[in-house]
């Protein structure tokens, strides 16, 4: 029986894994206030995003994760009965998509061997951890033998970005109000860290130029010399991410790197222009 990979829509693959490495994403649900819902790669690109995003005519997007039923159609479509499905999904601290996984994979007992897990990561840290499910898997692991890996290979991985603004974040909920209010007022660039599968805003700086100077700073007292893999991702700001991807080939014992745009999920909780730089184990 196959082995089925299924992440969401909070995770950030680049374009060409979804094929090489046979991965399926399940969107979540986009909503501008009451009225307008779309189901995020479905019925709304990123090119579309951003045009409603800019238009300004909508109220201020919100996302929801997929539903439990969502989840059991999407399972159903993508495999057949009797399949394993690896489940891999953003942190649950910051989302309900693996509670939904959960309650999916138990109605689904007895036909289909769903198995949830939780990467307490999110973006292309959660990408590295499908990536490194499928290679295990053609490797002749069991699922057990991956599930166990990336339960521990979570806390080695890790996520710095930078924020254009605070104000996404400050109305996603995402942010203490505190700190986003701080930052409006300086104007200043705040440095978020995912780690443990929490955000937390750990600095603010003046400028652009400096954030990704911080933003590789962090990087480097976490991971110092250690081999790993990297991936940035960004926001509608290429000129930041191939600064910081430069930035961060010279400094890091880099073995593989990757860029991919950051989800419509992320962009609508982070804003526009925010930039990050992800850590992954190499060994």
Known sequence: MAVRIVTDGAVDLPTEWYKEY?????????????????IQDVELDQAGFYKLVDGKTLPHPKTSQPSPHQFVEFYKKIAQPGDTILSVHITSKLSGTYASSVSAAEELKGTYNVVPVDTLCGTMGTAFMCRSARQMERAGKSVDEIVKFIEGVRSKTYVVLTLETLEYARRSGRVGALSAALASVLNVKPIALLKDGLIDMVDRVRTRKAAIERVLELAKETVG?????????NARDEASSQ??????????????????????SLVINFGPGTVGLVLYPAE
């Open 22 to 38: 046979d991965i399926q994403r399940i969107p979540i649900n986009v909503h501008f206030g009451e009225e307008k819902t779309y």
């Open 225 to 233: 010399d250690a081999p790993v893999h990297i991936g940035v991702v």
């Open 243 to 264: 600064m910081l991807m430069e930035e961060a080939k010279k400094r890091f014992n880099v073995k593989e790197s990757f860029t991919a745009d950051l989800s419509i």
